[in-house]
């Protein structure tokens, strides 16, 4: 799954309402980005994430811990100059920069970028595995953008 959730239509809208019901949708979808974006893309950059997503191993990932290959190797030299083994973080720049994301909300959904982590697009296989969505973020996005609907259908 590339980043993307798909929401069922719960039915049809009277055309007086349709106005109010996408004005509902838009709120809802931004809300949910904010959401996303606050609790999930931090979770990215986390060792349990990456096994949870099914990232690639690292270069170095499996080889023996002691082996002068796996100190040489990108994994080694991460873990011994900078003390952690986290994806998609050699110093930090990137995590930091991640913190920046830009949501642009419609009725039909919302798109979350980084303009800031322009490092992730370096590898397509890295960009790919960073924006894909497990089936446990998949179910709550979904969950609380449902909610967030019902909350701005009942107001209004």
Known sequence: MMGL???QERGIVGRK???GFRAAMAASWSETGRD???NNIP???TSAHAVEA???PRAGQNLARGSKLFWGSYFG???RKFGHADPFVW???TRRNARTARLTAN???VRVSLPDARKLNFNPKYAAEFVSITAREATSIGTAFDNRLNDHLNRG
């Open 5 to 7: 959730v798909k929401i």
């Open 17 to 19: 309402m349709l106005s």
């Open 36 to 38: 996303f974006a606050a």
């Open 43 to 45: 979770r990215r950059f």
């Open 54 to 56: 099914g990232y690639s």
């Open 77 to 79: 030299r991460k873990l």
């Open 91 to 93: 110093s930090g720049e």
């Open 107 to 109: 009725s039909k959904g």
